[in-house]
């Protein structure tokens, strides 16, 4: 009978179906292009697209109302100024030094006039024009991209991508919390608590959620896939100038390492529920998703997009999302390491039984037996933990069967007799007429 806390069938999920369209695309592009826009003093007369640095002064009934005080403020001519940019209609043709004068008239205000100039006389300095430089604005937008110079189709192919990669993000973390959501909301309400939607303590649902994902990596059997925590390191150096650097950072520093480790179990733990939870899809504009998905409102705590991970790994905490325990399911004994065909001979015989592995590492022979400890207890605790023996003690955490099985450090390892019969055969030349003469 499935358990009406773990069990994910029933969740169900909005996943939204984010359409980008070209416009969001160009609108990017605009936004990056004026971010890397180069800038010069230009002497002659202003045109549309340039940016006028003008000094001014309102007077209303003969008082000074504002004054920029020498400090010019920068405006931009832009090629459809809406009524009221009176800046943009008078500016082109003039030039850097030139002075000019305007009234704005009082009129009825709106709300939606709140950006309209205040009304009263201006008078106007020109204290320079700056005028685009294409070909530099061009290179520092192509240096965004790492390259020297980029075509337009590519520059947009490229925009496209790392929107697509950012949604990708954006969307994955919106589903996880909703799921998180569920996982609480189901507690909650068999506690007779509050939801999450409304005010409750980030610790009870963080501590909460994390519980019923560590029952759930029990339940399934989940083990961290540490090729996915290798691939988001290397990613992260290949964006840094010295990638070997930060790569050894992140070697040397485990709790770097754990916080990488956290994230990925956590994507897979997503990953899983997902498959059972029933996900609805639901179109929605980029436009409309961004904003919603990248705030972060502290008091909601099911909107964790200001925190890294629920799950949080440490050495005190991670042998609580370990499945099954992995370092008490097995014991090694040292052997003497086999030199002649009769030693590999007496190994044949070992590793033909059952839950028998024969491995070589940095410290020589080793028979391992695949067999679990009978102090383990079912929810993964030990069960003479204050008692259990010397070796259980000083047993480090750090890198341990968590981040892979450990024969991925062994120099040779043999899991049955074929593949030791196979190593025997090519080390030794006569092998199969020994083992006839026998
Ligand atoms: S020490 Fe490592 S392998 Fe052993 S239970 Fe803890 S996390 Fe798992
Ligand atoms: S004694 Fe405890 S810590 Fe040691 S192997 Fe058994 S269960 Fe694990």
């Not at 010069?40 to 940016?51: F, L, M, V």
């Not at 000094?55 to 109302?65: A, D, H, K, L």
Request: hydrophobic share 30%; net charge negative.
């Amino acid at each position: 009978m499935s358990n009406p806390d773990t069990d994910h069938v029933n969740i169900h999920i909005n996943k939204p179906d984010v359409r980008l369209a070209d416009d969001d695309v160009s609108r990017v592009l605009d936004a990056l292009r004026k971010q890397t826009a180069a800038w010069e003093q230009h002497k002659g007369p202003a045109r549309i697209g340039d940016k006028a640095l003008i000094e001014y002064t309102i007077t209303s009934n003969g008082r000074v109302i504002a004054d920029t005080f020498g400090n010019p403020a920068e405006h931009e001519l832009l090629s459809n100024p809406g009524p009221d940019d009176f800046l943009s209609a008078k500016l082109p043709g003039l030039r850097c030094g030139e002075r000019f004068e305007f009234t704005v008239r009082r009129t009825k205000r709106r709300e939606s006039d709140s950006r309209r100039p205040a009304p009263g006389k201006y008078s106007v300095h020109i204290a320079g024009i700056m005028r685009r430089n294409e070909q530099k604005s061009r290179q520092a937008l192509a240096a965004l991209f790492g390259r020297k110079t980029i075509r337009p189709d590519t520059l947009l192919r490229e925009i496209r991508e790392t929107m697509l990669a950012r949604l990708d993000i954006l969307i994955r973390r919106d589903v996880k919390h909703q799921l998180f959501n569920a996982l609480y909301a189901r507690i909650a309400d068999n506690a007779g608590s509050q939801h999450p939607d409304k005010t409750v303590d980030h610790a009870q649902y963080r501590a909460s959620v994390a519980d019923q994902i560590r029952d759930f990596i029990q339940e399934n059997d989940v083990n961290l896939d540490y090729s996915r925590v290798e691939n988001i390191i290397s990613a992260l150096a290949s964006r840094a100038e010295d990638p070997e650097s930060i790569e050894k950072k992140y070697q040397d520093d485990i709790e770097l390492q754990f916080r990488v480790e956290a994230a990925v179990l956590e994507d897979q733990i997503v990953e899983l529920m997902l498959d059972r939870a029933s996900v609805e899809s639901t179109p929605v504009q980029y436009q409309a998703f961004i904003p919603a998905a990248t705030n972060s409102t502290p008091h909601n705590p099911g909107n964790e997009s200001h925190r890294s991970s629920i799950i949080e790994i440490s050495s005190a905490t991670k042998c609580g999302y370990c499945s099954n325990s992995k370092c008490c399911q097995y014991i090694t004994q040292k052997i003497s390491a086999p030199r002649s065909k009769s030693d590999f001979s007496f190994l044949l015989w070992q590793v033909s039984h059952e839950n028998i592995t024969i491995f070589k590492d940095d410290d020589g022979w080793n028979l391992m037996v695949r067999t679990r400890c009978t102090h383990l207890q079912p929810e993964g605790q030990c069960g003479i933990y204050e008692s259990r023996p010397e070796i259980c003690r000083s047993y480090k955490n750090d890198y341990c069967e968590f981040e892979g099985p450990a024969e991925e450090g062994y120099e040779l390892c043999f899991h049955d007799y074929p593949e030791l019969l196979e190593y025997c055969q090519k080390r030794f030349k006569r092998w199969n007429e020994y083992l006839a003469s026998q």
